[in-house]
T-cell receptor, first 115, second 117 residues
């Protein structure tokens, strides 16, 4: 696609429910990243994929968070048993190779609200 | 671990004037990349400018330029002839040039820029 697409744009869920957030990267981008942005805060790294494998998942805050990527393309971030502190904007980015020289292309994020 | 600090939570500038946003970082690495990203209310992060640490020349993109001081670990963004569309949150970010140290961007906390007409 022309850009990084994330869905849904907004999600309201009840505490304790599971949610799935989807990221569709730019076609051909091998690297994919998930970040979390809490209200008024900077971006917190969650996980990095190269192809379908995740060499760096050091930012996942707890075992309630998991992510997968299939076909070297679409990625899903799953949060189980959501808590109010999970409320944030979840941003996805993709890049050619490792993206170092040219930065990453970000999606518009999913705003998750846990009530 | 690398850290990025943006000491100005908010800045204001009059339309057509110039403003400088500050960023400092901490690293023991000799080669790395630095970025400024803009985040408007639409939430999408937009790359404004990038700098490669081994290049001494400061990067410039139209009205945006940086003052990169490697020894001081400082990377400020200057916006000239400010426009209303420049109003946004601006993030400074660092990335190691060595993939074995990770590919992630490390972000500062951001600076909200307000542009007055």
């Amino acid at each position: 696609g022309a850009g990084v697409s994330q869905s849904p744009s907004n999600k309201v869920t009840e505490k304790g429910k599971d949610v799935e957030l989807r990221c569709d990267p730019i076609s051909g981008h091998t690297a994919l990243y998930w970040y979390r942005q809490s209200l008024g805060q900077g971006l917190e790294f969650l996980i990095y994929f190269q192809g379908n494998s995740a060499p760096d998942k050091s930012g996942l805050p707890s075992d309630r968070f998991s992510a997968e990527r299939t076909g070297g393309s679409v990625s899903t971030l799953t949060i189980q048993r959501t808590q109010q502190e999970d409320s944030a904007v979840y941003l996805c980015a993709s890049s050619w190779g490792t993206g170092g020289s040219y930065g990453y292309t970000f999606g518009s994020g999913t705003r998750l609200t846990v009530v | 671990a690398q850290t990025v600090t943006q000491s100005q939570p908010e800045m204001s500038v009059q339309e057509a004037e110039t403003v400088t946003l500050s960023c400092t970082y901490d690293t023991s690495e000799s080669d790395y990349y630095l970025f400024w990203y803009k985040q408007p209310p639409s939430r999408q992060m937009i790359l404004v400018i990038r700098q490669e640490a081994y290049k001494q020349q400061n990067a410039t993109e139209n009205r945006f330029s940086v003052n990169f001081q490697k020894a001081a670990k400082s990377f400020s963004l200057k916006i000239s002839d400010s426009q209303l569309g420049d109003a946004a949150m601006y993030f400074c970010a660092y990335r190691s040039a060595f993939p074995e140290y990770g590919n992630k961007l490390v972000f500062g906390a951001g600076t909200i820029l307000r542009v007055k007409s």
